[in-house]
Nanobody
Framework: QVQLVESGGGLVQPGGSLRLSCAAS????????MGWYRQAPGNQRELVAA???????NYADSVKGRFTISRDNAKNTVYLQMNSLKPEDTAVYYC???????????WGQGTQVTVSS
């Protein structure tokens, strides 16, 4: 059973920064492309950043230049550094293996990020 535990969310003012972490267990973490997703109230879950097993990264246009995804395979952890945060970044943030994102049972609890003054 794969377990994904997100942490690091919170309340931050516009322009601030947060670093999210996602610890994975129960899988060969290094073999999978990983993604950070977010879901705002009333919206569908969207992929905002992805990192391949080799470390290549991709970003949604809305976060490009502000967010940085990285992974530490020795710690089975993927990170999302979020800078220059905007109110529209407010959402619950989740991590998941890209190839398992269609499986409803594969998702963790997520971590809430609120950007507000």
């Amino acid at each position: 059973q794969v377990q994904l535990v997100e942490s690091g969310g919170g309340l931050v003012q516009p322009g601030g920064s947060l670093r999210l972490s996602c610890a994975a267990s129960g899988t060969i973490f290094s073999s999978y492309a990983m993604g950070w997703y977010r879901q705002a109230p009333g919206n569908q879950r969207e992929l905002v950043a992805a990192v391949s097993s080799s470390g290549s990264t991709n970003y949604a246009d809305s976060v490009k230049g502000r967010f940085t995804i990285s992974r530490d395979n020795a710690k089975n952890t993927v990170y999302l550094q979020m800078n220059s945060l905007k109110p529209e970044d407010t959402a619950v943030y989740y991590c998941n293996r890209i190839s398992y994102s269609a499986d409803p049972s594969s998702w963790g609890q997520g971590t809430q990020v609120t950007v507000s003054s």
